[in-house]
């Protein structure tokens, strides 16, 4: 099993910024892909960004250039750095990681408040 607590969610004007972290406890040493991923209300649950344990991200189209995802394999941590963040990027914000045995798991999520 692998647990995962996240913070750093908030309010934020237009143009902020705001730096997501999510800590993975338990079988940490199983972990493979560590992504971020949001979801809007009354829409889907779509990736925002992920990272593999040897460092190559991916990012939506929407926040490339803004976000930058990274992670620390020492502290089991993967955090999310949220630039010139905008009224569209409001979402509830989940952790989720993929072990080597395709196992997933999600955290609780975070709430990301953008004011325009």
């Known amino acids: 099993q692998v647990q995962l607590v996240e913070s750093g969610g908030g309010l934020v004007q237009a143009g902020g910024s705001l730096t997501l972290s999510c800590a993975a406890s338990?079988?940490?040493?199983?972990?493979?892909?560590m992504e971020w991923h949001r979801q809007a209300p009354e829409k889907q649950r779509d990736l925002v960004a992920d990272?593999?344990?040897?460092?190559?991200?991916n990012y939506a189209e929407s926040v490339k250039g803004r976000f930058t995802i990274s992670r620390d394999n020492a502290k089991n941590t993967v955090y999310l750095q949220m630039n010139n963040l905008r009224p569209e990027d409001t979402a509830v914000y989940y952790c989720y990681v993929r072990t080597y045995w395709n196992r997933e798991y999600w955290g609780q999520g975070t709430q990301v408040t953008v004011s325009s």
């Open positions: 338990g079988r940490v040493f199983d972990i493979n892909t």
């Open positions: 990272i593999t344990r040897g460092g190559t991200s």
